[in-house]
């Protein structure tokens, strides 16, 4: 029985991509920055974790060898690998969400997103009429490049008496629109993101993300109940390929959002971390023959990374270390199960976006040759490897570093 489990930790970059200079982002690395503050001693807080960053499971698959090599060292000559371990840089011409997945599963995006300028208002006068008039809106508040949590806080009261949804944007391709759960309805927010969504495709955008909250008087929160509207893949995956071949693909969490379902047999929703963990864990005791369980771990880059918080991305990569050993009992003889990321989202880094960074590769279980497999020069190498252990016919990018396409 052949299945492939693919673990992205959203947002852990392993330091800057050769391009990384193209988007400002030169110096960025945000595996070793929150190492670094650990070992400095900014990231002890007693409630929630203290001392040198404590992840020896991802080490002992090598994560800190990998790291060596994203950043041009070479791994450490007495290491007993475990795994397959590098990174890969990205062939895709931007540094989001739907470019990384959708790279690592075959298919670099080799055109440009279309973006809205850092300035207020952002947003085309065109594009917000259409916006009101079609979803029979009272207006709209934001307008701007924000922080998804900068803008409740400054414009949730307003939002809430009005009755105006939150609209803003950041460095990504994204449309987002925040609301209130309660007061302006879930629903009615889907509903309104569905017309947004066919408003933004002349302007090249490649998500529209509903964003719900819940919370009164300046005490708001984000719930679990966002929703993205992705333009579908503008080519087969490999995901539509294990489809097609009679395989399943499984998504956990965010995942199917990102490919528009395309491609996808199964959903499971899950919010947050442990919650991904669980759903994952149970996937691999159900999922059966020429199956690809497809996961992504957000908190890391939405609740973390993006709000630059240290301390909380360090704890979290030590819980999901400790959750590696569940994985490594659950896999059967003929699984292989891939460690990797969509881009990154340094902590430390000026601003709230993402970073142009190069992402781990790990690859374990007891089909895999355990050694340095080195850069990547895509994202492709992992859809590629997968393509391999499950017999299918070569994707058209990427080298598998297992070998051996039918």
């Not at 992840?55 to 060292?73: H, K, M, Y």
């Not at 917000?128 to 979803?135: E, K, N, P, Q």
Request: charged share 20%; with cysteine; net charge negative.
């Amino acid at each position: 029985m052949n299945r492939a489990i693919i673990l992205v930790m959203d947002s852990f970059g392993l330091g800057g991509a050769p391009d990384a200079a193209r988007f400002g982002d030169e110096g960025a690395n945000t595996f070793a920055h929150i190492a670094a503050a650990c070992d400095s001693g900014i990231c002890d807080k007693a409630a929630l974790r203290e001392g040198p960053l404590s992840i020896p499971n991802l080490n002992r698959l090598g994560l800190a060898e990998a790291a060596a090599i994203s950043v041009g060292n070479n791994p450490s000559s007495d290491f007993v690998a475990q795994s397959a371990y590098g990174a890969a840089s990205e062939k895709s011409r931007g540094k989001d969400t739907p470019s990384g997945h959708w790279e690592m599963a075959g298919l670099p995006v080799s055109f440009d997103w279309g973006y809205f300028p850092n300035e207020s208002p952002c947003f085309p006068v065109a594009l917000t009429d259409a916006l009101i008039s079609r979803a029979n809106l009272s207006g709209l508040l934001g307008n701007r490049h924000a922080s998804g949590t900068i803008i409740l806080e400054e414009l949730g009261d307003d939002h809430v008496t009005s009755g105006k949804p939150i609209v803003y944007t950041s460095a990504d391709s994204v449309f987002q629109i925040a609301a209130h759960e309660t007061s302006f309805g879930l629903e009615r927010l889907y509903e309104v993101c569905e017309i947004a969504r066919g408003l933004v495709d002349e302007y090249e955008i490649g998500r529209v993300i509903a964003r719900p909250f819940v919370g009164s008087d300046g005490n708001y929160e984000r719930t679990g109940n966002r929703h993205d509207y992705a333009t579908p893949p503008f080519d087969d995956t490999l995901l539509d390929f294990l489809r097609e071949a009679g395989g399943e693909v499984i998504s956990i969490g965010k995942v199917a959002d990102i490919f528009s379902n395309r491609g996808i047999s199964r959903t499971v929703k899950a919010n947050g971390n442990d919650a991904l963990w669980d759903a994952t864990l149970e996937a691999i005791n159900v999922a059966g023959d020429q199956s690809i369980i497809f996961v992504n771990f957000v908190d890391f880059d939405t609740l973390f990374g993006h709000r630059r918080n240290v301390i909380g991305y360090a704890a979290a990569l030590e819980a999901f270390d400790q959750r590696l050993p569940e994985i490594e009992a659950a896999l059967q003889p003929n699984d292989i199960a891939i460690i990797t990321a969509d881009h990154g989202c340094d902590p430390t880094w000026p601003g709230t976006d993402h970073t142009r960074e190069n992402v781990p590769v790990i690859a374990f279980g007891a089909p895999v040759n355990s050694g340095p497999i080195g850069l990547r020069d895509t994202f492709a190498d992992i859809g590629q490897t997968i393509a391999a252990h499950l017999g299918l016919d070569p994707l058209g990018h990427g080298k598998s570093f297992l070998g051996g396409n039918k």
